[in-house]
């Protein structure tokens, strides 16, 4: 009989995703199975429409199960959305036992100490991550347990989400006849599944670009130092496709999966491209160049933003592992390509890591980084900080509005 089995639930904007897995020894896991359906109830992050969620999460989970040959009705669920904000609190303790010996008892009640605070009405306590200890005011311990002393302080970083989208999300879950073991923030969840420890102790810059909202970590001393969260992914790529070349949005989808670049210098070879027709209007022939070009100008504005976030944080010259691309985002070809020209570091494409036997191999792959992770739950042990900050207007839009009328004018006139 299975033991230890865990999963994990993946709330896409595109798509929502189950994964069962058996926890092994030694942190590795089985992939019993895994469930993919359709997402239509979320937006960027949020539930938008709670029977639609709830529906999706029913396939996914009957599919994850069917393959799995068991029921689950538990599972770890991936925050993430402009609505997640932190904040910084230090706080202390004094030990009070005889041997003056700081156990995990104490380190519980150092956390219930921080959950006393008062945050706003609307908000409730996601994560509370120690970012470092002290014990009498000797700093730099990452684990104090069965160190002596009288006095045991902590520098915490306070993850805090909006009370009506766990909510939502809680009321999703539970229609579709599961119950939340955790919800865990879902860079957090990405990171453990892609970055490799050397990674996040030389400093390291993960990008998941997902379909609604692409989520920034930035590491560095094996702990998470900065985060934010930005409102531009595939679905706005997928977007400009339709709106330049006038086709509907399964057309465009596939055109970029089929035929895009996220650069020209990828393009292998020059090529027209059949666009089909809507309405009166006829098939068309493009280049592949002019394709590429559409899509070249949506990320490149999204990595510079990204890069211009990075440098304003202060990490820049902190990320000497460099960046690591995930999420279905991440597939678009070219991506690494324009990802080291943009930022001008070391590019790779991350996919989930370590995850044992079973059916590991069919999902490693960038688009399955959060819900692997979500397996795994929240790496214990390592100090971690974020300052994460609702996504800024792009600057620059002008310049793509414009060249989107230039394409759709040429569309008129054929």
Same mark, same amino acid.
């Given at each position: 009989?299975?033991?230890?089995?865990?999963?994990?639930?993946?709330?896409?904007?595109?798509?929502?995703?189950?994964?069962?897995?058996?926890?092994?020894?030694?942190?590795?896991?089985?992939?019993?199975?895994?469930?993919?359906?359709?997402?239509?109830?979320?937006?960027?992050?949020?539930? @938008?429409?709670?029977?639609?969620?709830?529906?999706?999460?029913?396939?996914?989970?009957?599919?994850?199960?069917?393959?799995?040959?068991?029921?689950?009705?538990?599972?770890?669920?991936?925050?993430?959305?402009?609505?997640?904000?932190?904040?910084?609190?230090?706080?202390?303790?004094?030990?009070?036992?005889?041997?003056?010996?700081?156990?995990?008892?104490?380190?519980?009640?150092?956390?219930?100490?921080?959950?006393?605070?008062?945050?706003?009405?609307?908000?409730?306590?996601?994560?509370?991550?120690?970012?470092?200890?002290?014990?009498?005011?000797?700093?730099?311990?990452?684990?104090?347990?069965?160190?002596?002393?009288?006095?045991?302080?902590?520098?915490?970083?306070?993850?805090?989400?909006?009370?009506?989208?766990?909510?939502?999300?809680?009321?999703?879950?539970?229609?579709?006849?599961?119950?939340?073991?955790?919800?865990?923030?879902?860079?957090?969840?990405?990171?453990?599944?892609?970055?490799?420890?050397?990674?996040?102790?030389?400093?390291?810059?993960?990008?998941?670009?997902?379909?609604?909202?692409?989520?920034?970590?930035?590491?560095?001393?094996?702990?998470?130092?900065?985060?934010?969260?930005?409102?531009?992914?595939?679905?706005?790529?997928?977007?400009?496709?339709?709106?330049?070349?006038?086709?509907?949005?399964? !057309?465009?989808?596939?055109?970029?999966?089929?035929?895009?670049?996220?650069? !020209?210098?990828?393009?292998?070879?020059?090529?027209?491209?059949?666009?089909?027709?809507?309405?009166?209007?006829?098939?068309?022939?493009?280049?592949?160049?002019?394709?590429?070009?559409?899509?070249?100008?949506?990320?490149?504005?999204?990595?510079?933003?990204?890069?211009?976030?990075?440098?304003? @944080?202060?990490?820049?010259?902190?990320?000497?592992?460099?960046?690591?691309?995930?999420?279905?985002?991440?597939?678009?070809?070219?991506?690494?390509?324009?990802?080291?020209?943009?930022?001008?570091?070391?590019?790779?494409?991350?996919?989930?890591?370590?995850?044992?036997?079973?059916?590991?191999?069919?999902?490693?792959?960038? !688009?399955?980084?959060?819900?692997?992770?979500?397996?795994?739950?929240?790496?214990?042990?390592?100090?971690?900080?974020?300052?994460?900050?609702?996504?800024?207007?792009?600057?620059?839009?002008?310049?793509?509005?414009?060249?989107?009328?230039?394409?759709?004018?040429?569309?008129?006139?054929?």
């Amino acid at each position: 009989m299975k033991k230890n089995i865990i999963a994990g639930l993946d709330l896409g904007t595109t798509k929502v995703c189950v994964v069962i897995a058996e926890k092994l020894d030694n942190n590795r896991f089985d992939i019993l199975g895994f469930g993919i359906a359709p997402s239509e109830g979320l937006h960027k992050g949020l539930v @938008a429409n709670i029977s639609k969620t709830a529906e999706a999460i029913k396939e996914a989970t009957a599919i994850a199960c069917n393959r799995a040959g068991i029921n689950i009705t538990l599972v770890n669920v991936g925050v993430a959305g402009e609505h997640i904000t932190s904040m910084r609190h230090r706080n202390f303790i004094t030990i009070s036992n005889d041997e003056k010996e700081i156990t995990k008892a104490d380190l519980e009640r150092l956390e219930a100490d921080v959950r006393t605070i008062r945050i706003p009405s609307d908000r409730q306590i996601l994560h509370i991550i120690p970012e470092e200890f002290s014990v009498d005011y000797q700093g730099g311990i990452e684990n104090p347990i069965g160190i002596s002393g009288s006095r045991l302080e902590a520098s915490n970083h306070i993850v805090l989400a909006s009370i009506p989208a766990m909510q939502n999300i809680k009321k999703s879950v539970e229609r579709a006849g599961l119950h939340i073991q955790d919800y865990i923030l879902q860079p957090i969840a990405s990171s453990s599944s892609v970055l490799e420890e050397s990674e996040k102790d030389l400093g390291v810059a993960l990008i998941d670009i997902g379909g609604g909202t692409t989520d920034i970590a930035i590491f560095h001393n094996k702990a998470i130092k900065h985060t934010k969260v930005i409102g531009v992914a595939g679905n706005q790529v997928t977007n400009d496709i339709r709106e330049s070349l006038g086709v509907v949005t399964e !057309e465009a989808e596939k055109l970029k999966k089929d035929f895009g670049f996220a650069t !020209e210098s990828a393009i292998i070879r020059e090529e027209d491209i059949l666009i089909r027709g809507v309405g009166a209007r006829g098939n068309t022939k493009i280049p592949i160049s002019l394709l590429t070009q559409i899509i070249s100008l949506r990320m490149r504005e999204l990595f510079v933003l990204i890069d211009n976030e990075i440098r304003s @944080a202060g990490f820049k010259n902190k990320i000497k592992a460099g960046i690591v691309l995930t999420g279905g985002g991440s597939l678009l070809k070219g991506c690494t390509e324009l990802a080291e020209e943009v930022f001008g570091l070391p590019a790779r494409i991350g996919v989930p890591q370590e995850l044992g036997s079973g059916l590991s191999n069919e999902i490693e792959s960038p !688009e399955f980084a959060t819900v692997a992770g979500l397996i795994k739950g929240i790496p214990g042990g390592k100090s971690s900080e974020y300052q994460i900050i609702k996504p800024a207007k792009i600057k620059g839009s002008n310049k793509l509005s414009q060249f989107v009328k230039r394409i759709q004018q040429f569309f008129d006139e054929l």
